[in-house]
């Protein structure tokens, strides 16, 4: 499994040109900061309205521990028992495992690769294992790793690791995580190196990167809102990293401060506008639809969650207290809603089909997407595109009013065809099987433009060269 962020920067070419007139390395990482600095002057002078969340250093770091935690849901208890069970449950709120599990063999060890533009990382052991782990760290090394993205030997991490919203977090949560990373199984096991180009193998070029798209300083709450809303923005800015998926990034691959959670492209999926905007966002959604969402995997009418999606109802927001969650959704409702220019809601597509006897054809010739949908999808999503036992969460859900199938890009109905779905929560275990090795690219392609005409946006289509490009990369040894 691979995790990845959007496409290359501009400044990639621009450096592959320089490593080609083998420069000296020094000088080369020096021009690269220069030019760093000199694009992201130019970027820092663009006129844009400054949101809340970016107040300077000073003013948001006021609080740190000196700050009561915002409203928790479950008691605050210090030390013992409850301290190490707090813990587990902000672990999960903050999705710590799906990073660092890469085999769940191996709990908190590390090892899963991480495609960033910059090349791989690879997450390291987290398990309290002395010589591999993070058994010898004290608290004040963790706590500067995940509030200032420094690790313990000093060294820059990079931001494939989201400490700029664990920065957010207060120092009492983050303690509480310790103590119940403490008590897991000590794993001794040393992930593979990271295979980063030059110059991004220089940690201390991130001081740079840290200068234009991090700030350092825990959540500040607003005391005009609601305790839910500021728990919603303590959770989501904070251990939740939504903005992670779902905010788009500028060239140097910071959060875009001006479109916050209007959607992105993460690991070749979108990462949907969730902002309260009734067409392009969530905003017709209601509240118990975005619960039942976060907490199941499944909205009904509205969404399911595959993919990178799928994976955080898994190991973060199923576990959520119903408390959270309502605080997430009145959050969410709160941020500025972002248009993406579309006619409808994703959720508003389709119609079922009609017209069997046009499914059965005549002779199977080329590549043909009603009969491969036959073939391959009806018997679980029935050849009307409906499902089977559509709402209840496990069930086959209907084609049609579903966001992927809605979407104004066909990549992701192309990604769960490839992948499947593959989600376990308390309340089902969902699976759709894979068809990547099954079906090729032109087989893949004329199912999803079949699905979108019939059941979905019947302006979203895929071409068979951009499936394959969504199959897993083969990795460069
Ligand atoms: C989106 C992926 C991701 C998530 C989620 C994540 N991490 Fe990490 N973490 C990383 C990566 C990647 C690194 C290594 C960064 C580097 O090498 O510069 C890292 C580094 C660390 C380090 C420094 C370890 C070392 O040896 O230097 C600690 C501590 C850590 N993470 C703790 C956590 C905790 C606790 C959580 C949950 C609250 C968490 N991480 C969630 C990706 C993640
Ligand atoms: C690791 C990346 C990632 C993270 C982190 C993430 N999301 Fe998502 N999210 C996605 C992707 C990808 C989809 C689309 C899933 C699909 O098509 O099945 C999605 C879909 C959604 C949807 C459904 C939108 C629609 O119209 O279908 C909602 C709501 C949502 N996410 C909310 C959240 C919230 C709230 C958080 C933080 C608690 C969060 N997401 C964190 C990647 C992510
Ligand atoms: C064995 C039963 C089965 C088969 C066969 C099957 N699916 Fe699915 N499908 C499911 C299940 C289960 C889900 C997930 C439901 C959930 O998320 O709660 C699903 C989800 C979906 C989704 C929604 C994903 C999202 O992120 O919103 C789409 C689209 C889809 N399937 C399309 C297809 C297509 C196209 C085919 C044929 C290539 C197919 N399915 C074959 C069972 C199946």
Known sequence: MTKSTSRAPPEDAHVQRARRRRVNGAMLAAAFSLFALGV??????APKAR??????????????????????ATPVVSGGIDLVKRGAYLARAGDCAACHTADPSRPFAGGLPIDTPFGIIVTPNITPDPDTGIGRWSDADFLRAMHEGIGKGGERLYPAFPYAEYTRVTEQDLLAIRAYLNTLT?????PPANSLKFPFNQR?????????NFTEGRFVPDPKQSAEWNRGAYLVQGLAHCEECHTPRN???GLKSSARFSGAVQAGWHAFNITPDKISGV???????????????????????????????????????????????????????????????RHQWGNPADDVSALRGAAIKGVNGAQLFVANCASCHSWTGQGVGASAPGAYPSLIHNSTVGASSADNLAQVILHGVRRTTKHADVLMPAFGNQLTDAQVAAIANYVTRQFGNPQSTVTAEQVASLRPPSRPQ
């Open 186 to 190: 000590p794993i001794h096991f040393t």
């Open 283 to 345: 905003g017709e959604w209601r509240d118990d639809e975005l619960i039942a969402y976060l907490s199941t995997g499944a909205a009904p009418d509205r969404a399911n969650a595959a993919g990178p999606m799928g994976e955080v109802v898994a190991d973060s927001t199923q576990y959520l207290s119903r408390v959270d969650l309502r605080s997430i959704v009145i959050y969410l409702r709160s941020v500025p809603p972002v248009s993406g220019g579309e006619a409808r809601p």
């Open 251 to 253: 060239f140097m691959q």
């Open 40 to 45: 992201a002057w130019h970027e820092a002078h």
């Open 204 to 212: 201390w070029l991130m001081a740079f990167w840290n200068l234009f």
């Open 51 to 72: 949101p809340a969340d970016e107040l300077p250093i000073m003013q948001a770091r006021a609080d740190d521990a000196s700050q009561p935690a915002p409203a928790l």
